[in-house]
């Protein structure tokens, strides 16, 4: 089986930061673009941020400007810096293929809950 493992679990104070991290199977994904999605009980996972392997990005409207996605390609790493967090950002975390119709194993994702 597949395995992404994710990492950088965290609460956190609205307003402040934090910083996830995730190791892919480079034999299998080296060559795809890479996302970041998140899920709330109840709720479809919905995507976040990708990038390609050529390093360009795309971030959904509601985190733009506050999320940055990133990658090592050398070390198999996908990463998702988390600026500026607010209480709906609360979610399991997860990585992996972007597009998410590509998926087809799930990891067990990161919790970030932000709460005062």
């Known amino acids: 089986q597949v395995q992404f493992v994710e990492s950088g679990e965290g609460l956190v104070q609205p307003g402040g930061s934090l910083k996830l991290s995730c190791i892919y199977p480079?034999?299998?994904?080296?060559?795809?673009?890479m996302a970041w999605y998140r899920q709330t009980p109840g709720t479809q996972r919905e995507l976040v941020a990708s990038?390609?392997?050529?390093?360009?990005?795309n971030v959904a409207g509601s985190v733009e400007g506050r999320f940055t996605i990133s990658r090592d390609m050398a070390k198999n790493m996908v990463y998702l810096q988390m600026n500026s967090l607010k209480p709906e950002d609360t979610a399991v975390y997860y990585c992996?293929?972007?597009?998410?119709?590509?998926?087809?194993?799930w990891g067990q994702g990161t919790q970030v809950t932000v709460s005062s």
């Open positions: 992996n293929e972007y597009p998410s119709e590509l998926v087809k194993y």
């Open positions: 480079g034999n299998i994904f080296s060559d795809y673009p």
């Open positions: 990038i390609t392997t050529r390093g360009h990005t």
